[in-house]
């Protein structure tokens, strides 16, 4: 099993920034690939980006790219999403995932762990 927490999330005016932590316990953290997720209401959980075990190879959804940054600190056991420019659009429930298989975070939306969530609310 891996637990995720996520922490950071908060109010922020648009065209701001804001940086998500997720802390990981558990399984070896630097054995998995690691994701972001959020889920803004009334809508499905949609991918937001994604960075491998070793750190090297990162993914992003189009809406975000440019503008949200996936990294990782294997000794840390720690995964950040740092966010600027931020848009009302981007206000959501955000979500720190794990999984083994690169796919199933990218393509799928069915990576094996979840976090419980962290709130971001941008005002315009």
């Known amino acids: 099993q891996v637990q995720l927490v996520e922490s950071g999330g908060g109010l922020v005016q648009a065209g701001g920034s804001l940086r998500l932590s997720c802390a990981a316990s558990?399984?070896?953290?630097?054995?998995?690939?690691m994701g972001w997720f959020r889920q803004a209401p009334g809508k499905e959980r949609e991918f937001v980006a994604a960075i491998s075990w070793s750190g090297n190879t990162t993914y992003y959804a189009d809406s975000v790219k440019g503008r949200f940054t996936i990294s990782r600190d294997n000794a840390k056991n720690t995964v950040y999403l740092q966010m600027s420019t931020l848009k009302p659009e981007d206000t959501a429930v955000y979500y720190c995932?794990?999984?083994?298989?690169?796919?199933?975070?990218?393509?799928?939306?069915?990576?094996?762990?979840w976090g419980q969530g962290t709130q971001v609310t941008i005002s315009s």
């Open positions: 558990g399984r070896t953290f630097s054995n998995y690939n």
């Open positions: 995932a794990a999984a083994f298989v690169m796919r199933t975070i990218v393509v799928l939306n069915t990576p094996a762990y």
